[in-house]
């Protein structure tokens, strides 16, 4: 009863979609078999059956001579003329459910006219899905042919950003021009709108500002244009207090506003760049650590308990510059403020550890840590039992020394006094710079980004000054008579490992890969694909992605596999290591673990070269 019913059903909507031939005319009586009225002409008859729509199918041609000499012409399908309604509706049926992939058994030949080799490849052979994705109705999509073969494996090369998506685009047309300096008004060519409108194009703002609203520091723009700015702010987060229920962030349009509050201080971050509440908060915990660092949390409560109006612009005068180049890392992308962990130089671990002894034998009795760092990344750290350097801290050491520019263009020897926040945020240590040329005589390169050489002696005692050159010297001393001097120059002046050094033939274009018991990092050279700002940009973007989405709260995700339209990503974490890699958009799943597990196997074959494990200890 089933198949009778489907049978008929089928037949009646053949019937109404495909209209019956015409009438034809009357026919005349049989002519002579000599007489040639009639001419028959066919074409010839194509491989796949007519179906019951408007598709063309083969026809008869037939030309007709009337009485009065006329002569006419008609079509005939080649189907017999003389079939009953329901043998064509039949055929329809049949033909329209052959179609379907359904191959009802009846007892003429229709059914086996349908070929039987046809397929979905053979309607599209161009509709050809990614090789790792099963098709259910392709059977042997998994059987490439060579040149298929050769055609992905070229596709998987594509390096990633290489087609951007509009809106994208338009958000970084003009990051080149970020760091820009705001025209002030003594800048008479400019005027207060011009000056709001490039304060208001920037992508990345960072406000500093008290309690009662004075302005302490704003990354773009002078206290005149951004004045206004920080008294909404102020209005906005005072009226949260006040209804016990503090301001942690809101969302205006693409632009995201986050608010930390320390005692008397408000920090407000203000970002067009994705980056997550978590990691912008980060970021300003970091520059309210700055401002710890030249104050101590004793100073800075004393200032505002007797004067809360006090403008503390004047006991911060001369660290903008430390300030700003802070923000600056953070608005490029920083792998270490991201990861909250140090990079240090890859060297021997016979190297390093002769470079420590070194430091060791030349202790002075005053030293609380001894660093040696070039071009910003760690090389020997020396310490008490047990007392151990925290990464803030260092990065602020660090962003002193080689980011803001001060103390570097200064060069020879620095007697400066700091706090180091995490180590201990009520005093001040000393700290001893001196930075090293391999050639003493020759006038040592600022330029050269990346190949500073430093020696970083602290002391708790203000009056040690004399102690730790003395050290110094004899450090510098040891160091060149062993020529260990000339192997940290070698490994800074060689930068970091390239992508085809550390996994020779994967597609993976660059990666983070941080060690949680160390607390440090590694990555391969940003050169040549993300040397740019604004590819660097992006890159940090992605990375940044991953971060948050992977550490995000009520969050088990360990393993994360990204698939977009300018790039592919992976994001893998365990309690021993974080993982980040970026490839190309066509690069399979299969591809980015491959080139994971070859990085993985290198970083553990290299961890005594790229991690400091201990370091020397007193």
Not at 43 to 53: F, G, I, M, V, W
Not at 168 to 184: M, R
Not at 236 to 259: D, M
Not at 415 to 423: G, T
Request: with cysteine.
């Amino acid at each position: 009863m089933g198949t009778e019913n489907a049978d008929s059903s089928s037949g009646s909507a053949a019937t109404q979609d495909g209209e019956p031939p015409p009438p034809l005319p009357p026919r005349p009586s049989p002519a002579p078999a000599g007489d040639s009225a009639t001419a028959i002409m066919e074409r010839p008859q194509l491989q796949s059956k007519p179906t019951a729509t408007t598709a063309v199918s083969s026809m008869n041609i037939q030309t007709l001579s009337f009485p009065d000499g006329s002569r006419g012409t008609f079509s005939t399908a080649t189907e017999n003329n003389n079939a009953g309604n329901t043998e064509q509706s039949s055929t329809s049926a049949s033909t329209e459910m052959a179609n379907l992939g359904f191959n009802p058994i009846h007892g003429n030949s229709i059914g086996n006219d349908i070929d039987e080799s046809m397929s979905v490849m053979s309607l599209a052979p161009t509709l050809r899905p990614p090789g790792d994705l099963e098709s259910l109705l392709i059977g042997d999509i998994s059987k490439k042919s060579a040149a298929w073969t050769l055609l992905r494996s070229q596709s998987a090369a594509v390096p990633p950003f290489e087609t951007i998506r509009a809106e994208e685009d338009t958000v970084l047309t003009d990051f080149a021009h970020e760091f820009d300096d705001i025209p002030d008004e003594s800048e008479k060519n400019w005027s207060d709108e011009d000056r709001l409108k490039m304060w208001k194009s920037k992508l990345k703002h960072f406000m500093i500002l008290s309690s009662a609203g004075k302005p302490i520091y704003s990354r773009h723009g002078d206290l005149s244009l951004i004045n206004s700015s920080m008294g909404v702010v102020q209005t906005i987060i005072s009226f949260y207090e006040g209804a016990k229920n503090p301001l942690l962030g809101f969302t205006a349009g693409n632009t995201r506003f986050v608010i930390v509050t320390e005692g008397p201080l408000y920090f407000v971050a203000i970002s067009r760049l994705g980056e997550s509440d978590s990691q912008l908060r980060a970021q300003l915990d970091a520059l309210y650590m700055q401002i710890l660092s030249t104050l101590t949390l004793p100073a800075l409560t004393n200032i505002f308990a007797n004067r809360p109006s006090t403008d503390l612009r004047k006991p911060l005068q001369g660290t903008e510059s430390l300030l700003s180049s802070l923000a600056d890392s953070f608005t490029r992308g920083s792998p270490s403020m991201l990861l909250g962990a140090l990079e240090c130089l890859r060297l021997r671990k016979s190297h390093r550890h002769a470079i420590n002894n070194a430091f060791l034998r030349t202790r002075t009795e005053k030293l609380l840590y001894g660093l040696i760092v070039a071009g910003g990344r760690l090389v020997s750290v020396i310490r008490p039992r047990r007392h151990s350097l925290h990464p803030s801290d260092l990065q602020l050491i660090f962003n002193m020394l080689f980011e803001s520019g001060g103390v570097k263009a200064g060069g020879g020897e620095n007697w400066i006094p700091l706090c180091l926040p995490a180590f201990n945020n009520r005093g001040y240590l000393y700290m001893y710079v001196s930075f090293l040329d391999v050639d003493p005589e020759s006038e040592r390169d600022m330029s050269v980004a990346g190949e500073e050489i430093a020696i970083i002696l602290i002391s708790p005692n203000k009056e040690s000054f004399f102690d730790l050159q003395h050290m110094r010297d004899d450090v510098v001393t040891e160091l060149k008579k062993r020529g260990h001097l000339d192997l940290i120059k070698t490994a800074a002046q060689q930068g970091r490992p390239k992508m085809n050094e550390i996994a020779p033939g994967t597609h993976v274009s660059h990666f983070l890969f941080k060690s949680r018991a160390n607390v440090q990092f590694c990555m391969p050279s940003f050169s040549p694909a993300f040397d740019n700002i604004i590819p660097h940009r992006r890159l940090m973007s992605l990375y940044h992605n991953l971060h948050s989405t992977i550490h995000a709260k009520h969050t088990h995700v360990k393993v994360l596999h990204c698939v977009g339209e300018d790039s592919t990503s992976l994001a893998w974490i365990t309690p021993i290591f974080e993982f980040y890699c970026v490839a190309g958009p066509n690069a399979s799943r299969a591809l980015m673990t491959q080139g994971a597990n070859k990085i993985m196997q290198w970083a553990k074959r290299e961890e005594e070269r790229l991690f400091i494990i201990g370091g020397g200890v007193f």
